[in-house]
């Protein structure tokens, strides 16, 4: 129980994050408007790939910081950095708009149209069997390579867990907080590809994004400063 307020910590920053738009969310909108179940797919493959960051940089992390001390001082101050330049960036663009990729379906009156259209060119139009494997399939690549293709990631996850977690974490510790961060992103992208394969429901998102995003990259910030106060 001793750490639970540090799984807690990295829950809420992570939620924080993982609510402000980025490649991520623009790939699991972009497959929610052909269908729910597309945009699950492309949901589970973002998790996927944070499953295999936060892994990856938890164990890295683990590793290195036991043999070197100054990799983990170095790895301290670049985190500060890029966690500080995060912040920053959110919050300088906190009024742009939501990026909506160009072949993004505008779902609507017309919906059944671009259905139809997706039947007819699909290579299994007109039997009906694989269509929807294969959406399914390319739904789930499109998001696993998404967040996959983030090689910042990597930095960013180090970063959080040297700046949330102790240093002398154990093992199962380490394992719990991707363990968390598995759920969190999870939980979020379901309900994104849920909500956004309902008409009308970006427009509320978009008006909550610049307050959003400007109080995530106040978080940031801080944590950043926090994590270069430590010695």
Not at 35 to 60: F, K, P
Not at 61 to 79: P, S
Not at 121 to 148: H, K, N, Q
Request: hydrophobic fraction near 55%; glycine fraction near 8%; charged fraction near 10%.
């Amino acid at each position: 129980m001793a750490y639970l307020p540090h799984l807690a910590a990295l829950a809420g920053i992570w939620a924080l994050v993982v609510l402000s738009p980025g490649p991520d969310f623009v790939v699991t909108v972009s497959r929610a408007a052909v269908s729910r179940r597309t945009g699950l797919a492309a949901a589970a493959g973002i998790v996927i790939g944070t499953a295999i960051w936060a892994s990856a940089s938890a164990a890295g992390l683990e590793l290195v910081l036991a043999h070197y001390r100054w990799v983990a001082e170095v790895v301290r101050l670049l985190g500060a950095c890029y966690l500080t330049w995060l912040g920053f960036r959110m919050i300088v663009r906190a009024r742009q708009p939501v990026p909506v990729r160009a072949d993004t379906p505008v779902p609507g009156p017309a919906s059944p149209q671009p259905a139809a259209s997706a039947r007819a060119d699909s290579p299994a139009a007109g039997s009906g069997a694989g269509t929807p494997a294969l959406r399914l399939g390319t739904a789930f690549r499109a998001g696993l390579l998404a967040d996959l293709g983030n090689p910042k990631a990597a930095v960013f996850w180090t970063s959080l867990f040297a700046a949330v977690l102790p240093p002398a974490a154990p093992v199962w510790v380490r394992a719990c907080a991707v363990a968390v961060a598995v759920i969190v992103a999870a939980a979020w992208y379901s309900a994104v590809a849920c909500a956004f394969s309902l008409n009308a429901v970006s427009g509320c998102y978009r008006r909550a994004k610049t307050w959003m995003d400007r109080v995530t990259g106040g978080v940031l910030i801080g944590l950043a400063a926090r994590l270069a106060a430590e010695h």
